[in-house]
């Protein structure tokens, strides 16, 4: 018996970089999977979501996964032109609307993401596959084993339960085989108290009685309990 519920990580250096890949999931009746890749990695997404049905079917499971490219310190280092032209113009124009005084320097330009930007290779998707698959396995192995731990824990408070339930379902069984028969004759006595020991409404006594015995029978509830 598996839980839904899990969390696995794992992470691989190599000569690429590092890949980190973290999984979670909670209860639901299908396999929904939620991923969250880098941009690099789009391409891959039918294998990833191969790799997860394959190894799970069912659950709402959030993926995400990082990827650290690995930079030669040799490597050369560029500036986006256009980019940079573009970003001194907008900044100029919002400089004048907002009526700021101070200059736009070079540091300010350099401080914007994807100014400037290392020089790498090439990515070769086969080499790449092979280390974030490696990866994803590894973090759903640990996301089973830990849904299966939760299960066992599962497992073992249902069925305590269930003794308990089947315990007390036999004694409620033992005490109402007597029910019928103690509240007919605590009826019956109140009844008599009340019409003077009178026989005349006995008959409407006992189809009252059998009414009320045929309500209180809970034998079939008992058995659908099991």
């Not at 794992?10 to 999984?23: D, M, N, P, Q, W």
């Not at 560029?78 to 070079?106: A, D, G, H, R």
């Not at 339960?161 to 033992?174: C, F, G, M, V, Y």
């Amino acid at each position: 018996m598996h839980s839904m519920t899990g969390f696995g990580k794992a992470e691989t250096k190599s000569k690429l970089g590092k890949i980190r890949v973290e999984i979670s999931s909670v209860n639901n009746r299908y396999l929904e999977l939620s991923p969250r890749t880098p941009r690099s990695f789009f391409g891959f997404d039918p294998k990833i979501k191969e790799v997860v049905s394959e190894m799970i079917n069912r659950g709402k499971v959030n993926l995400y996964i990082s990827f650290d490219e690995k930079v030669d310190d040799k490597s050369k280092s560029y500036i986006n032109k256009e980019l940079t032209k573009v970003l001194f113009t907008q900044l100029s124009t919002l400089k004048k609307e907002l009526k700021i005084k101070s200059e736009i320097t070079m540091q300010d330009l350099l401080l914007i993401p994807d100014v400037t930007k290392p020089e790498t290779a090439q990515q070769d998707d086969k080499e790449v596959w092979s280390v974030l698959e490696k990866t994803l396995r590894s973090a759903l192995t640990q996301l089973i084993v830990m849904r299966k731990k939760e299960g066992t824990e599962l497992k073992k408070d249902m069925t305590m339960r269930l003794k308990i339930l089947s315990t007390n379902i036999k004694e409620i069984e033992k005490q109402s085989s007597t029910c019928v028969n103690t509240r007919r004759e605590k009826m019956t006595q109140k009844l008599m108290d009340i019409l003077n020991n009178s026989t005349e409404h006995r008959v409407r006594i006992e189809d009252e009685i059998a009414i009320l015995a045929e309500r209180t029978d809970i034998s079939e509830e008992c058995t659908r309990t099991y």
